[in-house]
């Protein structure tokens, strides 16, 4: 008899562990990315470079300004996004701890007493029988604890964990995104201060023009309308000076709040201003796989799993529920003898609830968890086609800008050229006032636009390594691709 009841009970452990095993999540397939194999290759200049390996860059590689590097550093340690983005990390990990203590029983001491008087119409022994009664219990309890046959508590604590894991992608995705634009204020900073240089020079090569002019209308060989000129390029000089300073003090502001602090004084040196501040080589040609490392990317396949997580968790809901709640103690009518050997006592109450007329909530529950699971996909897929496009255009502009510069730096050595020799020409008499005007407003506005370009290119460098989700690395094999692209462990 002995045995036949250990073989029941064995059975009927291992049915119990064998439905456990039970979930009706679907089977989770990332989805086909929507895009090309690899990124477009712009023939002019550029050169696909798809052999060997590209060591993954940081940020401390890929920015060369020994002073941008400290006041990187300074703003990843202050500035208030990235706390916020460390703090729902925790908030999340400890969320993702909420739902999973739920598959678990919760135990704890206990004791309760109820003390009762009866009417004499109530009392079971007539009038004349005792009028208060008395009970009291003390032991170790087991709550509501539920049996999870059909898998809802783990798909939600599986769920609860990819919200967690998706937090930690964007707290990455938000450091990049901090380093990103600390380097975007510091280097249009650094424009506006070469700005204000070519502006001090002009002023000053302006001003001894307007000398000269006024020298020469004192004596009566310069006309009015040569003066006006030259007074009217002296003050458009000024006026375009006082507009970068202005942008000087807006982007020392902007580094200001994104360095969440004030900038020391000791920083160090910065390094000459122009593309050696930044990484020479970038790698182009890459294989689209690579998209798969960037954090959003990441992000946007967590809230897919979770969605596909709740997809189990609301067809469990169509099953029965399961729950057990039980103590193990005492038991006595009077407090004084509650621990006694006599009065040990034990008590367990399962519960079983069946869904059978529910109005139609619980299979909207599902229609909800399958909508929100096809809107995830498609959320994945527009991210993947949006990062894409980001590293294209990204690459587009590392094809052209270098071109770009070349042909500007011998516009403005041309339009250099053209100055002196209005200059000389107007000196001899030979050519008026209006073609030395002409010649200097034209170097004017090619160098300013040399130096808005160069901001431009380092700006665009800085996209394709944040697009590219704050470096690169190009694997050898096959295998190293499919690694860096396989999901996360659970």
């Avoid at 050696?276 to 967590?302: C, F, K, M």
Wanted: overall charge negative; hydrophobic content about 40%.
């Amino acid at each position: 008899m002995v045995n036949a009841t250990m073989k029941f009970s064995l059975s009927s452990v291992c049915a119990a562990v064998l439905l456990s095993a039970c979930s009706f999540a679907p089977t989770y397939e990332r989805p086909a990315a929507p895009i090309p194999s690899s990124f477009p290759l712009y023939s002019d200049g550029v050169t696909a470079n798809t052999e060997g390996v590209v060591e993954e860059l940081g940020w401390s590689d890929f920015f060369k300004d020994a002073r941008l590097q400290a006041i990187i550093a300074l703003a990843l340690d202050n500035n208030r996004d990235m706390r916020i983005a460390v703090e729902r990390v925790q908030e999340a990990r400890a969320q993702y701890g909420v739902v999973r203590s739920d598959q678990f029983p919760s135990i704890g001491l206990g004791a309760t007493g109820q003390v009762t008087r009866y009417p004499e119409d109530l009392r079971v022994g007539g009038p004349d029988s005792e009028s208060v009664s008395k009970s009291f219990q003390a032991g170790i309890g087991l709550t509501s604890f539920e049996i999870d046959l059909f898998g809802r508590l783990r798909n939600l604590s599986a769920a609860a964990l990819e919200q967690y894991l998706a937090t930690e992608s964007a707290q990455r995705a938000v450091r990049i995104n901090v380093v990103s634009q600390v380097a975007e204020a510091y280097f249009r900073l650094r424009t506006a201060q070469e700005m204000q240089t070519l502006m001090r020079n002009t002023e000053k090569s302006r001003s001894e023009t307007l000398r000269l002019v006024q020298l020469t209308y004192d004596v009566g060989t310069a006309s009015s309308l040569e003066l006006n000129q030259a007074t009217l390029q002296l003050q458009t000089v000024r006026a375009d000076l006082e507009q970068a300073r202005r942008n000087e003090m807006r982007a020392l502001n902007a580094l200001t709040l994104l360095t969440g602090t004030e900038l020391p004084t000791d920083l160090p040196e910065p390094q000459s201003f122009g593309p050696e501040q930044l990484v020479n080589d970038i790698p182009v040609g890459l294989p689209s796989d690579l998209l798969q490392r960037r954090p959003d990317l990441i992000t946007a396949e967590h809230a897919l799993r979770a969605s596909n997580a709740n997809i189990g968790a609301a067809r469990a809901a169509f099953f029965p529920s399961i729950s057990i709640t039980g103590l193990l103690g005492f038991a006595s009518p009077s407090l004084t003898n509650l621990f006694g050997s006599s009065h040990r006592f034990w008590q367990y109450s399962p519960q079983i609830s069946m869904p059978i007329f529910t109005g139609g909530s619980v299979q909207s529950g599902l229609d909800i968890a399958e909508a929100r699971n096809n809107i995830a996909v498609a959320q994945y897929e527009q991210s993947i086609q949006n990062a894409f496009r980001e590293v294209a255009d990204a690459l587009a502009g590392e094809a052209t800008y270098s071109q770009q510069l070349d042909a500007l730096r011998a516009m403005i050595s041309s339009a250099n050229g053209s100055l002196n020799t209005a200059n000389l020409r107007y000196e001899t008499g030979i050519d008026s006032f209006l073609q030395v005007q002409t010649a200097e407003i034209n170097l004017y506005s090619a160098q300013q636009i040399g130096i808005q370009v160069g901001l431009e290119s380092l700006l665009n460098r800085i996209e394709l390594y944040k697009a590219l989700g704050g470096g690169w690395k190009l694997p050898e094999t096959a295998d190293e691709v499919k690694q860096a692209s396989a999901p996360v462990e659970q």
